[in-house]
């Protein structure tokens, strides 16, 4: 099974009376979700706002977001997936053992409920966040959430939405699905995508120094990946573009500065929802945009003959290439 059952956030707002953040701390992460998207919003569907809405929180330890919760559930760490696996299971009216429930540090009466309540919502929507998709299992735990949201349909209008972090990282993954079919993942290397998460994945790539340069646009992995990968970034030759000087600037051989996007680069990004948003530029900036300074590497590589292993220069095939 592939792709994922979704919705906009105004439909959320507007129709979603049964609301589960999964490995998420939007009290803290995303401050303004509850009140402008979820459980404060009063709809057409629902006149009462929080009253009629239940929100579930699970996460391995009490955070802020606690407190605005009906139910709190605080799974062992490291058994997303096999509590994800049991729901699905359950669900369908399958057999669980008690002590397989009992391994995800929940019990079988708070199991059940969240199943029953699941099933017996209008429309529910399962958000999840970094403490799913970065833990133990990483891109699995996100493909068991996003099954079970599609199973859940066979009872209920069922929904499931990842919440991003900072920058476009949606319009990142919008656009490599568009062009490729995959939204992360992915290699070039033998001239035509490859998908294998865990293989190709950046932090992967990095962490096992499979690459010998970096050419980061607008992102700062020298400040929120593992120490390895960092210091792999250090020993290769790495390019940043970034309006900022940020962590992985000060490790890099060659930081160039650009225009801040929205602020001074027109563009478009994308909401968790993945709509696109239009960004009009409000100043002008002196320093060029990322478009134009990764066209003209694009240009001034292109002008260059890629050189065959048996010793012929081949202008053609490295600019078609570099157009990949």
């Not at 429930?101 to 429309?123: N, P």
């Not at 991003?164 to 070039?188: C, E, K, L």
């Not at 563009?267 to 696109?276: C, F, H, K, Q």
């Amino acid at each position: 099974m592939g792709g994922k059952v979704t919705c906009t956030l105004g439909e959320v707002k507007q129709r979603a009376d049964f609301i589960i953040y999964w490995g998420g701390n939007p009290a803290e992460c995303h401050p303004r979700h509850f009140t402008k998207y979820t459980i404060m919003q009063k709809s057409k569907f629902l006149p009462r706002g929080r009253k009629d809405r239940t929100m579930v929180l699970v996460d391995i330890r009490e955070t802020k977001s606690a407190k605005a919760a009906d139910i709190f559930l605080q799974v062992r760490p490291g058994k997303d997936f096999e509590l994800i696996t049991i729901l699905r299971a359950l669900i369908k009216d399958q057999p669980v053992r008690d002590e397989d429930i009992a391994e995800t540090g929940l019990d079988r009466a708070a199991v059940e409920d969240l199943v029953r309540r699941m099933k017996g919502a209008k429309f529910g929507c399962m958000f999840f966040g970094m403490g799913l998709s970065m833990t133990r299992g990483k891109h699995m735990n996100s493909a068991a959430l996003l099954t079970l949201a599609a199973e859940m349909n066979a009872f209920t209008k069922f929904v499931a939405m990842p919440m991003r972090g900072h920058g476009n990282v949606t319009g990142a993954d919008v656009i490599m699905r568009w062009q490729t079919g995959y939204p992360f993942g992915i290699s070039f290397n033998r001239g035509y995508p490859r998908y294998n998460p865990g293989e190709f994945s950046t932090v992967d790539v990095l962490v096992r120094g499979d690459c010998d340069a970096a050419f980061i646009i607008g992102a700062d992995p020298g400040a929120t990946m593992p120490q390895p990968a960092i210091d792999h970034l250090a020993r290769i030759p790495t390019i940043v573009l970034d309006p900022h000087i940020t962590h992985t600037s000060r490790l890099a051989r060659v930081h160039i500065t650009t225009a801040p996007q929205g602020i001074s680069a027109p563009g478009t990004a994308y909401r968790m929802d993945e709509l696109p948003m239009p960004l009009s530029p409000a100043l002008k900036s002196p320093y060029p945009t990322d478009e134009e300074v990764v066209r003209r590497i694009n240009e001034a590589i292109a002008k260059k003959p890629f050189w065959l292993p048996d010793g012929g220069p081949s202008p053609h095939q490295w600019t078609s290439q570099v157009n990949l």
